[in-house]
Antibody, heavy 121, light 107 residues
Framework: QLQLQESGPGLVKPSETLSLTCTVSGGSISSSSYHWGWFRQPPEKGLEWIGSINNSGSTYYSPSLKSRVTISVDTSENQFSLKLSSVTAADTAVYYC?????????????WGQGTLVTVSS | DIQMTQSPSSLSASVGDRVTITCRAGRTISSYLNWYQQKPGKAPKLLIYAASSLQSGVPSRFSGSGSGTDFTLTISGLQPEDFATYYCQQTYSTPFTFGPGTKVDIK
């Protein structure tokens, strides 16, 4: 059974960089059939796609966050990561990682449990 | 960006009711439409992909329909575990966008 687990600091200071890692177990992150993505959900609000990466390292970012986001993959550790720079209180959210099947219609079928990141001094 | 809207934003229903949620895309997205269920404090769960395909393990009381710009999620015979928030998502083009959600609670 595939599992995804987010990890990283739960508290980040304003203007600093938020860094999260998603560890994939029960399957290989190198599979060409699947890509990987990051989402976030501010408290009591809806879901937002941050960006995605495929097994060859090609990335796709939300235009609203593109200037501050970097997503990378570490196949040796079966992990992928999110970095969001120059954070503000507006970046406080639960952050989720997820897998998506890209062989036809794109859909996100496996999700991590989510991790709350609070931006505060 | 493709804007997604949902209606209603919330609804109250009873166990056994048939519930229909509507999602509309700002422009045509073919059948690149997914439905997710989210319960408080939990990650979204994929219910329906490609507008009408039931994800493995999801009860058959959930169904989806539509193409182009207008889509529906139907729950035939609401169960206690179905009280949650439902989101549609388009994956026709990036940025992948979600509807604002429909909260289904107990009447």
């Amino acid at each position: 059974q595939l599992q995804l687990q987010e990890s990283g600091p739960g508290l980040v200071k304003p203007s600093e960089t938020l860094s999260l890692t998603c560890t994939v177990s029960g399957g290989s992150i190198s599979s060409s059939s699947y890509h990987w993505g990051w989402f976030r959900q501010p408290p009591e609000k809806g879901l937002e796609w941050i960006g995605s990466i495929n097994n060859s390292g090609s990335t796709y970012y939300s235009p609203s966050l593109k200037s501050r986001v970097t997503i990378s993959v570490d196949t040796s550790e079966n992990q992928f990561s999110l970095k969001l720079s120059s954070v503000t209180a507006a970046d406080t959210a639960v952050y989720y990682c997820a897998r998506y099947d890209s062989r036809g219609y794109t859909y996100f079928d496996y999700w991590g449990q989510g991790t709350l990141v609070t931006v505060s001094s | 960006d493709i804007q997604m809207t949902q209606s209603p934003s919330s609804l109250s229903a009873s166990v056994g009711d048939r519930v229909t949620i509507t999602c509309r895309a700002g422009r045509t997205i073919s059948s690149y439409l997914n439905w997710y269920q989210q319960k408080p404090g939990k990650a979204p769960k994929l219910l329906i992909y490609a507008a009408s395909s039931l994800q493995s393990g999801v009860p058959s009381r959930f169904s989806g329909s539509g193409s182009g710009t207008d889509f529906t999620l139907t729950i035939s015979g609401l169960q206690p575990e179905d009280f949650a928030t439902y989101y549609c998502q388009q994956t026709y083009s990036t940025p992948f966008t979600f509807g604002p959600g429909t909260k289904v609670d107990i009447k």
